[in-house]
């Protein structure tokens, strides 16, 4: 008998099972695509050369993850890279707002009115990331607070809306910067702990950047997957599981699935009604004959690029796809330009690059017009540039990766007391009503994004289980 069976092979998944086999446990993994990977996955979706992320991307929180820097995953092949900028927001003038590794470069970019509220936000806490991030990240329950105080400070900070936080700044090049940041989780920008997010992603550049795998984020999966294979570990792919009897017999069967796919396959009934689902994206991967020609230069060499004129237009469009059920008409844009920094990614002198908006759950309609004419507005003659695209809708989406629900990459919506409490309220989040079944997907804290942590907190309750045992 096996002492863990892992479903799902995407980052979670892998790290759970990394982790209980690091502890001497016996374990296999099951994997329903051909692949693993989950949402972190290289493929060539357009034309022959040009290598795509389906998914995830960009990595702010891979590299800040606890759970991957205790891993040597770049014995394995994992190479993290920095473009000149983590992220660029550029405005409609042709000037830019950016995110750099510098706080000082940051707040100057934002102007002089702004610069000191932004450096008073973020300094304090640049010292204690490290602690501070474990700490975000291990919560609820799984251990202790090393350092409570800067936690309960940061808490004071970021719970409150992102309007409340960034009611500090005067002009609008700080509050829109800070408000695509809340929109990489399609929260509303008014809604609980939104202020913690867009704090998050701003830290995590200072401390460490917002780097691209090399060769893509399949690398990311690719290196946890072979760690995993020399610590014992089985994966087996091409591996559909619709019930428990479909597993080899296990002391323990931990999920990176959807709450609602795990509650259908191990028969726990309505035990997460109450779970969200939140907005889906439409996504567009592209194949470039050169790169985009934004207006703003320092968008040209960011790693991320927003597109948002203002924080009431990124406002706008996440209330109009979470809320309004409604496509919106000037989507806010995340962006990623891989091959930047990464030449292996397009045939020389060719690049990829990766876009998406927010649209409502389920929607079933074409947004490439609507984003492609927001991307002209910041980068004219961008169509110019496109040898082919693969779009991908809800629906799309929900195919590739049974995770997202209704399109939604986050695996439940990140609003309300779910930001913090998920899949449900519970002083265990890892564990079901059967005592050996457990979940580990991004439906669990700390929630969305590319860092294992779900999958690492998951593991500690596993164990604890199986020692008492």
């Known amino acids: 008998m096996l002492d863990a069976v892992v479903v799902g092979a995407g980052p979670n998944g892998l790290t759970a099972a990394v982790e ?9 993994v099951f994997e329903a695509r051909d692949t ?11 034309l022959p050369g040009f290598r795509h992320d389906p998914c995830a991307a960009a990595h702010p929180l891979g590299i800040n993850s606890p759970a991957f820097r205790a891993l040597p995953l770049e014995r394995y092949g994992l190479e993290w890279l920095h473009a000149e900028l983590p992220m660029a927001h550029p405005f409609t003038d042709g000037s830019a707002a950016v995110l750099s590794r510098s706080v000082a470069e940051t707040a100057a970019s934002f102007g002089p009115r702004d610069a000191g509220a932004y450096r008073r936000l973020v300094e304090p806490f640049l010292p204690k990331w490290d602690t501070l991030v474990r700490d975000f990240m291990s919560l609820p329950l799984t251990s202790l607070p090393r350092d409570p105080v800067t936690l309960a400070r940061f808490g004071l900070a970021g719970l409150p809306p992102s309007t409340w936080l960034t009611s500090r700044f005067k002009d609008e090049r700080a509050k829109t910067l800070f408000a695509g940041l809340v929109g990489h989780v399609m929260a509303p920008l008014n809604g609980f702990a939104t202020g913690a997010i867009g704090l998050v992603f701003a830290l995590a550049a200072h401390a460490r950047g917002w780097p691209v795998a090399r060769g893509g984020s399949q690398s990311i999966s690719d290196a946890l997957a072979a760690y995993l294979k020399d610590l014992g570990g089985e994966i087996h792919t091409d591996y559909e599981v619709k019930r428990l009897d479909d597993l080899p017999p296990a002391r323990a069967y931990v999920f990176d699935t959807s709450p609602t796919a795990l509650a259908k396959i191990a028969d726990l009934g309505n035990y997460y009604e109450n779970f969200r689902y939140g907005a889906g994206v439409f996504k567009i991967d592209y194949a470039l004959d050169g790169p985009v020609p934004w207006t703003a230069k320092e968008a040209r060499t960011a ?26 008409e000037r989507p806010f844009m995340i962006t990623v330009q891989p091959s930047v920094v990464d030449p292996t990614r397009a045939p020389a002198g060719k690049h990829v690059f990766w876009a998406y908006g927010h649209v409502p759950s389920g929607w079933t ?13 910041f980068a004219p003659g961008f169509r110019d540039r496109v040898l082919a695209r693969a779009t991908a809708g809800p629906p799309e989406l929900a195919a590739r990766n049974a995770n997202y629900v209704g399109g939604d ?34 439906a669990t804290p700390p929630g969305p994004g590319v860092h294992g942590m779900s999958g690492h907190n998951a593991a500690k309750a596993v164990w604890r289980r199986l020692r008492q045992s």
């Open 365 to 377: 309609g074409d947004l490439t017009d609507a984003l492609e004419r927001q991307l002209e507005r």
């Open 20 to 28: 209980l086999a690091r502890r001497g446990f016996s374990v296999a």
């Open 36 to 46: 693993v990977g989950g949402g972190a996955r290289t493929e060539e979706l357009t």
């Open 303 to 328: 790693g991320t690029v927003q597109i948002g004129a203002d924080s009431t237009e990124i406002g706008n469009a996440l209330r109009a796809a979470s809320r309004e059920n409604r496509a919106p």
């Open 409 to 442: 990459i986050g695996a439940g919506a990140v609003s309300g007391l779910q930001i913090l409490l998920r899949p449900k309220l519970s002083l265990s989040p890892y564990g079901t009503p059967h005592p050996a079944v457990f979940i580990c997907s991004s």
